[in-house]
C-alpha cells in the first residue's frame, strides 16, 4: 500500500523537486519489497525524465537487470552506454570486468572495456580484454587480428619482445602458412636471439598439419634448418 500511496503522489506533471523526492522514495520502497521488474521500469523511467545523476541511475539500472531479473543482455547495454558517456564510471568498469573474468557475457564486456583501457593506456588489462575475446571468438581473421594486435602492444608498448614473440606464435599456429606471421617470428627471433624457441614454434605448428603443401614442405625445412 505504501508503494501504491507514492505512485499517487508523483504525478508526471508535478514540480520537479517533488517528483525527484517522490520517485527516490518510490525506488527505496520497490527494493526493499523486493519488487524488480517495478524496480528496473522506474529507472528506466528515471532516465528517459533526467532525474537523478544519469551514471549512477544507469548503472544501478544495469546491475538490477543483471542480478535481479536476469536481462544479462539489457544489463550490458546499460554499462556500454554508460561507459560511452561516462568512461570514468568506476562502479561500471568494475561490473565489467568482473563480467570479463567469468560470465558467458565475457567477450560483450571485453569488448565494451577495450576503448576504456586503450585510453588509459592500461596495457595489461588491454591485453586481458583481448584474450578474454579471443576465448569466445570463432571467426579466423577476427583471431590472427587480436593476437597480432596483442603482440603489437607487447612490443611497443611494454618492450616485451618476449611476449610479442609468444603472441605471434599464437597468431602463426591459427594459419602456419601466414608469411606475415613467419616473418615477424624470425624479426622477433633474430632480436634476441632465440631462434631455438622459433623452432619450437614451427615444430608444434607441424605437428598439427595434416595436409602437405608448398608452404609447409618449406616450414618443414626451415624447421630442420634452425635445429
Known amino acids: 500500500l505504501a508503494i501504491e500511496h507514492v505512485d499517487q503522489r508523483v504525478p ?17 520502497l520497490h527494493r526493499d519489497a523486493e519488487r524488480w521488474d517495478d524496480l528496473v521500469s522506474l529507472e528506466e523511467r528515471m532516465l528517459e525524465m533526467e532525474m537523478g545523476a544519469p551514471a549512477e541511475v544507469r ?22 552506454t554508460n561507459l560511452e558517456q561516462n568512461p ?29 583501457f586503450q585510453r588509459r593506456m592500461a596495457w595489461p588489462k588491454l591485453i586481458g580484454a583481448l584474450r578474454a575475446r579471443l576465448s569466445v571468438e570463432e571467426d579466423t581473421e577476427t ?22 614473440m609468444e603472441a605471434y606464435a599464437l597468431l602463426f599456429h591459427e594459419e602456419p602458412t601466414d608469411r606475415n606471421a613467419w616473418d615477424l617470428l624470425t624479426r622477433l627471433a633474430r632480436a634476441q636471439d632465440r631462434f631455438g624457441r622459433l623452432a619450437e614454434i614451427y615444430a608444434e605448428a607441424l605437428e598439427k598439419i595434416e595436409v602437405d603443401e608448398p608452404a609447409t614442405t618449406e616450414l618443414a625445412l626451415e624447421t630442420g634448418r634452425l635445429y
Open 12 to 28: 508526471v506533471a508535478a514540480p520537479r523537486v517533488e517528483l525527484t523526492e517522490g520517485v527516490q522514495r518510490l525506488e527505496v
Open 59 to 80: 548503472y544501478r539500472l544495469g546491475k538490477n537487470r543483471l542480478e535481479k531479473t536476469g536481462d544479462a543482455e539489457g544489463a550490458i547495454e546499460a554499462f556500454r
Open 88 to 116: 570514468s564510471h568506476e562502479p561500471t568498469v568494475a561490473m565489467l570486468e568482473a563480467l570479463m573474468e567469468g560470465s558467458d557475457h565475457r567477450g560483450a564486456a571485453a569488448e565494451i572495456l577495450e576503448p576504456v
Open 143 to 164: 583471431r590472427k587480428s587480436i593476437h597480432s594486435r596483442i603482440g603489437q602492444i607487447h612490443e611497443d608498448h611494454l618492450e616485451d619482445l618476449a611476449g610479442a
